[in-house]
């Protein structure tokens, strides 16, 4: 058994059973619900989220550049949607509903995201001669060479600028050592694979702006106002993400990388699938929360026989169509979100010369936290683009330089701890050392 998978499941026992008794027997039924169907959503998408650039640059042959772009649209965009999402439960469907449809909208996304297609293809064209580029493996066990003849030959920038090519024969048919501009590299990709790609995030997209905001709202109105028992219920609650989290880098990057890139996102999308049903099946428990403010009005019919609430849930699908064309065109998102940040600062120094002494000194202090959570966001995001990319190409992810075995179980192989994204080179210490380092 993969020993992390063990660890994690001793963790998980050691610290979920008093969790499960406390919620069992302190707090209300719905709670329980709420916990699960949240898990089960932040299992999908750190699931996710650990394999997604390994996808972009392996499968999609996005560069390092690129991929990071459309990463950093998919992400901006998953934490803009649920202003819209939060704004209509409050207005019209309410919380329960609104959950019910994103939860189903991420099901299709993460689902559609195990559509991989055929990977793409890269060519090396030189003086008028084409070689293929031959890529075997995922995440870091990856290997990429280029195809001469009968032989694979490992290739990489050379210094200097240029491209080298290792162990070149001397009668190969080019140079070692390709000067800058004398080649180009030419990649041909399976517009199935593409196009599933952009429709799936689109609909994760869509999904998470009705779900994410409006969840924990629900969590929210299960405790009466001044209900000692809500922090303790929040902290649970957030236990059940931190337990999702989790299993999802370990089990879906461990299926990324040993079976494929379809396994690994279609376990995200069996997860998604479960918090539905869970939270589908426990509407009783939630004891009406969560339901539409005005149900009159939900009901009423708008545009012809379609009343509000299926109005909103089809412009909601076609709205995918519109993410769908936003989310590929990375330049305009990060033109978008500059210029709402201008306008939002302009904004906050406008009111600052209007507001009174007090709500300034209030001000000033939402600013400070402000400040400090966009710096944290800024470098936890990079968990699943720079740092992932570098664990995977520079940093040795085997626990000891020989593989060994405890009990029976192996320890040592790369893919054990680097699909729950530890990096153990950096806490493993070598204490064989020479007299000169001493």
């Not at 008093?18 to 898990?39: C, D, S």
């Not at 066990?141 to 200097?160: C, M, N, W």
């Not at 236990?239 to 990388?257: D, E, K, M, P």
């Not at 060994?404 to 040592?412: K, R």
Request: net charge neutral.
């Amino acid at each position: 058994m993969n020993i992390v998978i063990l660890l994690g499941i001793v963790i998980t026992l050691a610290t979920g059973i008093p969790v499960l008794l406390q919620l069992l027997k302190t707090h209300p039924r719905g709670l329980m619900i709420l916990f699960f169907a949240e898990m089960w959503e932040r299992f999908s998408y750190y699931g996710m989220r650990g394999i997604l650039i390994f996808y972009l640059t392996q499968q999609l042959l996005f560069d390092d550049a690129t991929a990071g772009a459309q990463y950093g649209s998919y992400t901006s965009l998953v934490y803009l949607l649920p202003l819209i999402g939060g704004l209509l439960a409050d207005r019209y469907l309410g919380t329960r509903k609104a959950v019910a449809f994103g939860a189903l909208l991420l099901v299709a996304g993460h689902m559609t995201m195990a559509v991989e297609g055929s990977p793409a293809t890269q060519t090396l064209t030189y003086a008028n001669q084409s070689y293929q580029v031959v890529a075997e493996g995922r995440m870091e066990a990856r290997t990429v060479q280029l195809k001469i003849g009968d032989t694979l030959h490992a290739f990489g920038p050379a210094e200097g600028g240029g491209l080298e090519i290792k162990n070149l024969p001397a009668n190969a048919p080019l140079p070692s050592v390709l000067p800058e501009g004398s080649y180009k590299m030419e990649k041909k990709s399976d517009p199935l694979g593409v196009n599933a790609f952009y429709l799936a995030v689109s609909l994760i997209i869509m999904g998470v702006g009705f779900l994410k905001p409006n969840i924990s709202t629900i969590v929210g109105q299960l405790y009466p106002q001044g209900d000692p028992r809500r922090d303790s219920g929040f902290t649970l609650y957030y236990y059940g993400i931190n337990l999702g989290a989790f299993w999802a880098s370990v089990l879906c990057g461990l299926l990324g990388q040993t079976v494929g890139w379809w396994a690994g996102f279609g376990l995200a999308g069996v997860g998604m699938a479960l918090g539905w049903v869970v939270f589908v099946l426990g509407k009783p428990l939630l004891q009406g929360k969560g339901e539409p403010p005005n149900p009159e009005r939900l009901k009423e019919a708008v545009v012809g026989p379609i009343n509000r609430e299926w109005l909103i849930y089809i412009v909601a699908i076609l709205g995918v169509g519109g993410v769908w064309v936003l989310v590929q065109r990375n330049s305009f998102v990060a033109w978008a979100l500059l210029s709402a940040t201008v306008a939002s600062l302009a904004y906050i120094a406008y009111f600052l010369t209007k507001c009174t002494k007090v709500e300034r000194e209030r001000m000033m202090l939402a600013l400070v936290l402000i400040f400090g959570s966009v710096i944290f966001f800024t470098l936890f995001e990079q968990a699943g683009t720079s740092l992932n990319l570098f664990a995977a190409r520079n940093v040795d992810l085997s626990i000891t330089h020989q593989a060994t075995s405890f009990l029976g179980i192996p320890m040592g192989s790369a893919e054990q701890l680097a699909a729950a994204g530890i990096e153990p080179k950096g806490f493993w210490i070598d204490a064989t050392m020479g007299a000169a380092q001493t």
